[in-house]
């Protein structure tokens, strides 16, 4: 089992940055590839970008260049922690959702819901115009 909670969210103009934030916790954070996706209110939840439990990094034709993951493990006594990030640069209003994150052990698909296991409960992204 693991745990998210995502944190970073706002309000920034077009064309700002953000960055997001997921810690992950529970059995072994470290061994689990890591997903943001976003929802827009009416539209369907969709990839953001990825980055595998080896650091390799996926990321939707609309952020790429713009959007950048990262992950740190760290390891404490008494549980282990994963620390994800999602920098966002040059934010437009389409960019407007919920972000969540999730957690998988994924074969081959980064970019499908379905392949995730566990999810954040999100956080909210407003780009004003």
């Known amino acids: 089992q693991v745990q998210l909670v995502e944190s970073g969210g706002g309000v920034v103009q077009d064309g700002g940055t953000l960055k997001l934030s997921c810690v992950a916790s529970?059995?072994?954070?470290?061994?689990?590839?890591i997903g943001w996706f976003r929802q827009a209110p009416g539209k369907d939840r969709e990839f953001v970008a990825a980055?595998?439990?080896?650091?390799?990094?996926?990321?939707?034709?609309?952020?790429e260049g713009r959007f950048s993951i990262s992950r740190l493990n760290a390891m404490t006594t008494l549980n282990a922690r994963n620390t994800i990030w999602l920098q966002m640069t040059s934010l437009k209003p389409e960019d407007t959702a919920v972000y969540y994150c999730a957690a998988g052990r994924i074969n081959s698909d980064y970019f499908s819901s379905g392949s995730y296991d566990f999810w954040g409960q999100g956080t909210q992204v407003t780009v004003s115009s």
């Open positions: 980055i595998s439990w080896s650091g390799r990094q996926y990321y939707a034709d609309s952020v």
């Open positions: 529970g059995r072994a954070p470290e061994e689990y590839d």
